[in-house]
């Protein structure tokens, strides 16, 4: 089966299950340990996607030589440092898809940075640098970092994940060493319950399995990495669920007559269900209900919105609605101020309980207490372990309460209503991402 035939295949199916996701632009990002290659991999698919102006490879060259890795490490500090610090995105497209592509860093310091890339990404690319690997062996331990982002974007519900083992051409016997790290990666996503659409191995520095398919080299006979992307679903609207809608900015008109209505207009973006006039909507938090008289789309035209698009709301009379607040279906969701999550710790100091956050959910803050550490993930063996506190870059799982209530659905349902941000109240820095059980 050629790339077009499984890319209409997958769009017959998209199209059978009500999403067009095949047609829209594909946002991945790249993600794995230190050094594995993840910019040098994004530079070699946008130089043999011809993506790159010829004076854009002029300004990249070292030595005489062009380093595929500085078309994404735009810092100073990453190119002084030859590291990835902060997530760069790059554009390109094909004759078939459209890509955004996120490079999110290696360091177990940055691990905020690529949280933040993979929580809104439809795939991740999770490189393997054959190299680094006792690859002779069968049983080989896999590096940290790879666990943890693995680990990570499995958690964010990243809905595509590809494993991309890089560097074989640096290897003595690349086949073999492919062969043990495709296993290894295998039992450990099986043990992990992680998902894995391919095992593909790429020279990301030589070009071979990136955009052009070398078959037959380690074995492989299946797609390119480019070619496998192309066939990717992007990530459903979540239309399935109830009606909900977080308030972003409320705008009055200039000047109205029409006393049939509200005179404000509420904007956002409906995060679950649709919304369509004659429907009516509860204000969280004050608890008043409305009726919907009319519904915008991005450039003001009248029409029903469904989840995931930018919608304009009038209700039918005045009520008292303000950035942060939320409209939702009415009796269908229950305000709580107690939730379980899967807490992904960000911050330099440790989680600890009694401790007190900024939480964000939509546009809406409030304030969040620690009432207990469950558990703790250790990231090489699986295991749940008794924590008193969660160190930097950890994964557990944690009991939060809040000042006041927030409409919750479980992360595996709704990625917007099962995901919060703590923020510290002192220094304002995003310290740890909660995802709701």
């Given at each position: 089966m050629t790339t077009m035939d499984l890319i209409a295949a997958s769009a017959d199916t998209a199209s059978a299950n009500g999403q067009n996701d095949l047609r829209s632009a594909l946002k991945f990002i790249t993600c794995g340990s230190v050094d594995d290659g993840k910019s040098t991999l994004i530079g070699r698919l946008l130089v043999d996607s011809k993506a790159v102006l010829?004076?854009?490879l002029a300004g990249v060259q070292r030595a005489g030589e062009t380093d595929l890795a500085l078309l994404t490490d735009g810092l100073s500090a990453e190119r002084e440092q030859g590291i990835t610090i902060d997530v760069a995105y790059r554009y390109f497209a094909t004759e078939h898809r459209k890509f955004i592509i996120g490079d999110a860093p290696g360091h177990e310091q940055y691990t905020r940075n690529m949280v933040t890339a993979a929580s809104s990404a439809d795939a991740a690319v999770v490189l393997v640098d054959a190299t680094k690997l006792d690859w002779q062996n069968?049983?080989?331990?896999?590096?940290?970092?790879?666990?943890?982002?693995?680990l990570l974007v499995n958690l964010l519900r990243v809905p595509s994940i590809v494993f991309a083992v890089n560097k074989l051409d640096a290897v003595e016997d690349a086949t073999l060493a492919?062969?043990?790290?495709?296993?290894?990666?295998?039992?450990?996503?099986?043990?992990a319950k992680?998902?894995?659409?391919?095992?593909?191995?790429?020279?990301?520095?030589?070009?071979?399995?990136?955009?052009?398919?070398?078959?037959?080299?380690?074995?492989?006979?299946?797609l390119s990495l480019l070619d496998l992307l192309e066939t990717l679903p992007g990530t459903p609207a979540e239309t399935a669920e109830a009606f909900s809608f977080?308030?972003?900015?409320?705008?009055?008109?200039?000047?109205?007559?029409d006393t049939s209505q509200g005179r404000r207009v509420f904007w956002g973006r409906v995060a679950t269900g649709n919304v369509q006039p004659g429907q009516t909507v509860t204000v969280l938090p004050s608890g008043q209900t409305a009726v919907v008289a009319q519904v915008l789309d991005h450039i003001r035209q009248p029409k029903a919105?469904?989840?995931?698009?930018?919608?304009?709301?009038?209700?039918?009379?005045?009520?008292?609605?303000?950035?942060?607040?939320?409209?939702?279906?009415?009796?269908?969701?229950?305000?709580?101020?107690?939730?379980?999550?899967?807490?992904?710790?960000?911050?330099?100091?440790?989680?600890?309980?009694?401790?007190?956050?900024?939480?964000?959910?939509?546009?809406?803050?409030?304030k969040a207490k620690v009432r207990r550490i469950v558990h703790k993930l250790d990231v090489n063996t699986l295991?749940?372990?008794?924590?008193?506190?969660?160190?930097?870059?950890?994964?557990?799982?944690?009991?939060?309460?809040?000042?006041?209530p927030l409409v919750t659905l479980p992360y595996l349902r709704s990625?917007?209503?099962?995901?919060?941000?703590?923020?510290?109240?002192?220094?304002?820095?995003?310290?740890?991402?909660?995802?709701?059980?």
């Open positions: 010829v004076d854009h069968p049983d080989m331990e896999l590096l940290q970092q790879t666990r943890r982002h693995s492919f062969q043990n790290i495709s296993g290894a990666l295998a039992k450990f996503a099986e043990a992680i998902p894995v659409r391919a095992t593909v191995p790429v020279s990301a520095l030589k070009g071979f399995n990136v955009v052009d398919g070398k078959p037959g080299w380690c074995g492989y006979e299946g977080p308030v972003q900015w409320v705008e009055k008109f200039s000047s109205s007559s919105i469904p989840a995931g698009h930018s919608a304009g709301i009038v209700l039918d009379r005045e009520v008292d609605v303000s950035r942060g607040d939320w409209l939702l279906a009415p009796d269908t969701f229950t305000p709580s101020r107690e939730v379980a999550v899967t807490m992904a710790w960000m911050d330099d100091e440790p989680l600890v309980a009694g401790r007190v956050y900024w939480a964000l959910q939509g546009h809406r803050w409030v295991a749940e372990e008794d924590a008193s506190e969660l160190p930097p870059n950890a994964i557990g799982h944690v009991e939060l309460s809040f000042q006041e990625r917007i209503l099962g995901s919060l941000v703590l923020v510290d109240t002192a220094s304002h820095k995003t310290s740890g991402a909660a995802l709701v059980l």
